[in-house]
């Protein structure tokens, strides 16, 4: 019965044509199925919640940008500014409650010297939290093929 054919009294040939009605059938039982079982998954029990106080959620501390050019430009959040000026913000930022965070973002061809001093004057002003920023390109941290 699968392969049936056309009986014209010439040629044998089997039939082409792919026979869909079970497809249909099944299709028609699995609607019903959904379309009675859809309201379950919406159903919600009703509950009477009691009252209670908490404490407020600790508020993020911001973030200082502190990032550091090839020529040893120091930027606070892209502005620039000067070795100076750098650490009289770094102590008005240390006094803030909660503390920010510095995160320290320096060219790859920087001078080691300027990073140092840097950090050394966010630490002597005491800024505890710092982070250092990279870029993490994919393509570069393939291995060379040889």
Same mark, same amino acid.
């Given at each position: 019965?699968?392969?049936?054919?056309?009986?014209?009294?010439?040629?044998?040939?089997?039939? #082409?044509?792919?026979?869909?009605?079970?497809?249909?059938?099944?299709?028609?039982?699995?609607?019903?199925?959904?379309?009675?079982?859809?309201?379950?998954?919406?159903?919600?029990?009703?509950?009477?919640?009691?009252?209670?106080?908490?404490?407020? #959620?600790?508020?993020?501390?911001?973030?200082? +940008?502190? +990032?550091?050019?090839?020529?040893?430009?120091?930027?606070?959040?892209?502005?620039?500014?000067?070795?100076?000026?750098?650490?009289?913000?770094?102590?008005?930022?240390?006094?803030?409650?909660?503390?920010?965070?510095?995160?320290?973002?320096?060219?790859?061809?920087?001078?080691?010297?300027?990073?140092?001093?840097?950090?050394?004057?966010?630490?002597?002003?005491?800024?505890?939290?710092?982070?250092?920023?990279?870029?993490?390109?994919?393509?570069?941290?393939?291995?060379?093929?040889?």
């Amino acid at each position: 019965m699968a392969f049936g054919g056309f009986n014209d009294n010439k040629h044998q040939t089997p039939m #082409a044509d792919i026979n869909v009605t079970p497809m249909v059938d099944v299709m028609l039982v699995l609607l019903v199925i959904f379309i009675i079982t859809a309201p379950l998954f919406t159903h919600a029990i009703k509950l009477d919640l009691p009252d209670a106080q908490s404490a407020p #959620a600790p508020e993020k501390p911001e973030t200082i +940008s502190l +990032s550091i050019d090839a020529n040893g430009t120091v930027f606070w959040n892209n502005d620039p500014i000067q070795q100076q000026d750098l650490a009289a913000r770094l102590a008005l930022a240390a006094q803030q409650k909660p503390q920010p965070e510095v995160q320290l973002r320096a060219d790859k061809s920087t001078r080691y010297e300027v990073i140092a001093q840097v950090m050394s004057a966010a630490q002597t002003n005491g800024l505890t939290k710092m982070g250092f920023v990279t870029d993490a390109n994919p393509a570069q941290n393939q291995p060379r093929k040889q």
